[in-house]
Nanobody
Framework: QVQLVESGGGSVQAGGSLRLSCAAS????????MGWFRQAPGKEREGVAA???????TYADSVKGRFTISRDTAKNTLNLQMNSLKPEDAAMYYC???????????????????????WGRGTQVTVSS
């Protein structure tokens, strides 16, 4: 089992940047499929970005060109660089990991919403206009 702990959330003005990090307690999962999700009050959780074991990434249309998902294997950390933030990006952001070592993402499609087995507790992002 792995624990995921998100950090890096905060308040920023529109147009600003934040970098979220997700620390995994076990090294065996960081190279599996991992993803970032978000949920705003009154809305359903949505996939933001995902990365698979080959390093292939996929993004929600709403964040393409602004957000970048990456991982640091040496630090067992998943990152999400968020630039040009908009008020509609405000939400609780969660990271998630798959226990399956060869799960894939399909380039050019929305991040998968299933196949993730472990979830962090989230970090809050607030964007003011």
């Amino acid at each position: 089992q792995v624990q995921l702990v998100e950090s890096g959330g905060g308040s920023v003005q529109a147009g600003g940047s934040l970098r979220l990090s997700c620390a995994a307690s076990a090294s065996g999962y960081i190279n599996n499929m991992m993803g970032w999700f978000r949920q705003a009050p009154g809305k359903e959780r949505e996939g933001v970005a995902a990365i698979d074991y080959l390093g292939v990434t996929t993004y929600a249309d709403s964040v393409k060109g602004r957000f970048t998902i990456s991982r640091d294997t040496a630090k067992n950390t998943l990152n999400l660089q968020m630039n040009s933030l908009k008020p509609e990006d405000a939400a609780m952001y969660y990271c998630a990991a798959s226990i399956r070592p060869f799960s894939r993402v399909v380039p050019g499609t929305a991040p998968p919403t299933s196949g993730f087995d472990y979830w962090g507790r989230g970090t809050q992002v607030t964007v003011s206009s």
